[in-house]
């Protein structure tokens, strides 16, 4: 079974500054998917990045960018520039790639990102 | 013009009622799931329906009951409700990689 890991609960960042939530997942399988969901107060699940395994080049979506490591299974989260609205709790997801039985996604815990006026 | 809408967003209620939570989408996708979060906001799936099909039933109690009118909607009906039960309900949906949530529904069972 994957698991998904996020070591650090919470993170604060000065406005206009960056930050790296870091997340690391086991899996056996070659083919997958990695994702970051933002979660604000209104605790609607926001997609903010998606990586697929079988690509070298890391996602970059405007301010938020990853570093995907596939050997050492790691996949953290960069935000350039943090703005206020960015304050919200951040969760790395697991996907397998195929469709159907496998399509769950496995979560981490989360990390609570405060920003700093 | 909402994607995933879930019906009621929060829902109140005593120990061993039974209650339903409904969720449709207007995306045209053929999957659809249900996802707890609970008090520490960790995320877990329940189920998984594919063109009205089941395909996923993650150990979750027999008083949880899924249904499936059609693929824009994924209803969940649950017995007997339990303290444990209070929660935060997800629903979801996907075409082929990304998963779409809903605004979710807070349970809250007294």
């Known amino acids: 079974a994957q698991t998904v890991t996020q070591s650090q609960p919470e993170m604060s960042v000065q406005e206009a500054e960056t930050v790296t939530l870091s997340c690391t997942y086991d899996?056996?399988?070659?083919?997958?998917?990695l994702f970051w969901y933002k979660q604000p107060p209104s605790r609607q699940m926001i997609l903010v990045i998606r990586?697929?395994?079988?690509?070298?080049q890391n996602a970059t979506e405007n301010r938020f960018s990853v570093n995907f490591q596939k050997a050492a299974k790691s996949f953290s989260l960069k935000i350039s520039d943090s703005q206020l609205g960015d304050a919200a709790m951040y969760f790395c997801?697991?996907?397998?790639?195929?469709?159907?039985?496998?399509?769950?996604?496995?979560f981490g815990k989360g990390i609570t990102l405060s920003v700093r006026p | 013009d909402t994607a995933v809408s879930q019906t009621p967003k929060y829902l109140v209620t005593q120990m061993g009622n039974d209650k339903s939570i409904k969720c449709e989408q207007n995306?045209?996708?053929?999957?659809m799931y249900w996802y707890k979060q609970d008090s520490k906001k960790f995320l877990k799936i329940m189920f998984s329906?594919?063109?009205?099909?089941?395909?996923i039933n993650e150990t979750v109690p027999n008083r949880f009951s899924p249904k499936s009118p059609d693929k824009a909607h994924l209803n969940l009906h649950i017995n007997s409700l339990e303290l444990g039960d209070s929660a935060v309900y997800f629903c979801?949906?996907?075409?082929?990689?990304?998963?779409?949530f809903g605004p979710g529904t807070r349970l809250t069972v007294l």
């Open positions: 997801a697991y996907r397998s790639a195929p469709t159907g039985a496998n399509s769950k996604l496995t």
């Open positions: 899996t056996s399988e070659s083919d997958y998917y």
């Open positions: 990586q697929e395994a079988y690509k070298q």
């Open positions: 329906y594919n063109n009205k099909e089941l395909i």
């Open positions: 995306l045209g996708h053929d999957t």
């Open positions: 979801a949906s996907s075409q082929a990689i990304t998963q779409y």
